[in-house]
């Protein structure tokens, strides 16, 4: 640490005044506003002239995730009586107290009054200090509630269990518009009006079809990997179309070039994923049906016929219920790609790699393999204990953000028992014994069921092979990923996070090699 310059000076010289202060009885959302206004990072509550309390960013981050309402009050968030420090004492006492107790601001206080604010910030101005070195201990790990960026496109809710994509509720927009509605509310901030459904329908058609060049090599892809799962083959073939259209990095683009671009990869993702598929299996490449909208021609794609309508339906109602979820792996990874000024395919592809992983895009099929071989009702009980007593994680429960019900698994509980069939009734009460075992053998950790349990089901009922299941999911969170994308790009700064370096202390002689 080179804290070596702040011997010499005092708590007076390095705190900030005045400060930016709050009273108890004014709203979260008042005092948040300020913050903002004056890019603080705390507000200190005052009753007078003195410090009764002090309300932090993390605060704001712990009752967002509360969803507590903006008109709550300061008091019923602040710490009340906070530690405080004297102007005349040493930098570095105010620099230990600092991180001592993890804290961010300190409010100065001479006599009973409040006279500064010292930060970890005006430390780190006057001294140099490494931020990773001393705040590292603060991010907690796999930064679970840390924002890392601002977004207009959605958020989640993980106490209340509510999502929502712009300003709606994601679920009422699932049970109540089309894909393509909502796929133009990602991108343009609004829902379409009659006529701009239409406009944008007749933009995105030519947009479905494969370019050529891709179109000829994708059975080079699957003749090299013919085993590969199709998630794979998508990530190829996703590189091979950003290279073919020639995509460029994003820095070097307007805002309008780059959305053309993510238009275009949304539009041909399911394409793709049909012709990839049907190649796999010996069959001829099915040409996007001009007259089916995203979801039925995905299906028409795909199985080679025109799909029921309430398959078409369920099928969408899933896409659209996975179209974008707050700052999930895959998408911050498309965020961080895209803030070096990557090309948009790349991002696209580093997507895809992210929600590869069982942790986040492969649990339905392995969800949909517990319930195989469960089999019947009278299984569940054994096969879902020992899975747990060994260390096990069952597929499709638990989440990072929700400790309640996964609306999204609610939403899909019910399209699942509109389709109706033993599966379904199975699952339903597989879903019982496992959400019962969770609480007995997993207390208080707040386990319950997610978004991947019953995809699986509703894409089985609706005739979609358990091999495409993340393929599917890749393709809705492409139009999640590249509304990410453009947002990323039209306000960028490089994401370049620090690690705490835990190895042996450098610098060691460097041994000659023997
Ligand atoms: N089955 C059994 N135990 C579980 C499960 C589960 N599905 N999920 C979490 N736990 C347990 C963990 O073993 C751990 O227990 P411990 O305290 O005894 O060690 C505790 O709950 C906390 O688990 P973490 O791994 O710290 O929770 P985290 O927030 O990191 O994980 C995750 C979230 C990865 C989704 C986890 O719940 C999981 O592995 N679920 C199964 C995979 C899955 O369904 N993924 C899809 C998620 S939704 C999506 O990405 C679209």
Redesign the pocket.
């Known amino acids: 640490m080179a804290a070596a310059d702040t011997n010499a000076r005092t708590v007076a010289d390095i705190m900030s005044h005045p400060v930016v202060s709050a009273t108890a009885d004014e709203t979260v959302a008042t005092a948040a506003d300020r913050m903002r206004e004056q890019s603080v990072g705390s507000v200190v509550v005052v009753d007078g002239d003195r410090a009764i309390g002090i309300l932090t960013e993390r605060d704001l981050v712990r009752l967002a995730a509360a969803g507590a309402a903006s008109t709550d009050l300061v008091e019923q968030w602040m710490t009340r009586d906070p530690d405080s420090v004297a102007p005349d004492a040493e930098a570095t006492a105010a620099f230990a107290s600092l991180a001592e107790h993890g804290y961010r601001h300190i409010p100065v206080v001479d006599d009973g009054r409040l006279v500064g604010i010292v930060s970890m910030r005006d430390l780190m101005r006057i001294a140099q200090i490494q931020p990773a070195e001393q705040l590292a201990h603060e991010v907690p790990r796999?930064l679970?509630g840390v924002i890392v960026a601002e977004t207009t496109i959605g958020d989640v809710r993980g106490l209340e269990g509510f999502y929502h994509y712009r300003q709606y509720n994601a679920v009422e927009l699932a049970e109540t518009r089309t894909l393509e509605d909502v796929w133009y509310l990602l991108f343009n901030g609004e829902l379409p009006s009659l006529a701009e459904r239409h406009a944008f329908a007749d933009h995105i058609r030519p947009l479905r079809e494969i370019p050529p060049a891709v179109l000829a090599a994708l059975p080079e892809i699957v003749r090299t990997a013919p085993d590969a799962p199709p998630l794979d083959q998508l990530r190829t073939a996703v590189s091979l179309l950003g290279a073919t259209l020639g995509f460029r990095p994003s820095l070097d683009l307007l805002a309008e070039e780059l959305r053309a671009q993510a238009l275009r990869v949304c539009a041909v993702v399911p394409t793709l994923l049909g012709a990839l598929y049907r190649l796999q299996h010996g069959q001829t490449v099915v040409d996007p049906h001009p007259d089916l909208s995203y979801a039925a021609n995905y299906l028409y794609m795909l199985q080679g016929t025109a799909p029921e309508e309430e398959h078409a339906r369920a099928v969408e109602q899933y896409l659209i219920s996975t179209i974008d979820?707050g700052f999930?792996a895959s998408t911050f990874t498309a965020r961080v790609i895209t803030s070096t000024g990557a090309d948009l395919a790349a991002a696209v592809v580093g997507g895809i790699g992210a929600l590869s992983g069982?942790?986040?895009?492969t649990?339905p099929s392995r969800?949909k393999e517990m319930l195989d071989e469960i089999g019947t009702v009278d299984k569940a009980e054994p096969w879902i204990r020992d899975a747990?007593v060994q260390g096990?994680?069952?597929?499709?429960?638990?989440?990072?953000v929700y400790k309640t019900d996964d609306p999204r698994s609610v939403l899909l509980r019910s399209v699942a028992e509109r389709l109706g069939g033993p599966k379904v009734d199975l699952a339903k009460e597989v879903e019982q014994v496992a959400l019962e075992l969770?609480a007995e053998l997993?207390p208080g950790?707040k386990?319950y069921t997610?978004?991947?349990f019953y995809a699986g089901v509703v894409m089985d009922a609706c005739g979609v092979p358990s091999e495409m299941f993340t393929p599917t999911f890749a393709s809705s969170r492409t139009i999640g990923w590249t509304a990410h994308i453009l947002e990323q790009a039209a306000d960028n700064r490089l994401i370049r996070p620090s690690a705490q370096y835990v190895g042996p202390p450098p610098p060691q002689p460097v041994p000659t090699a023997e």
């Open positions: 796999g679970e979820h999930n069982p942790l986040h895009g649990a969800a747990i096990g994680r069952l597929m499709g429960f638990g989440h990072r969770l997993k950790r386990l997610n978004v991947e």
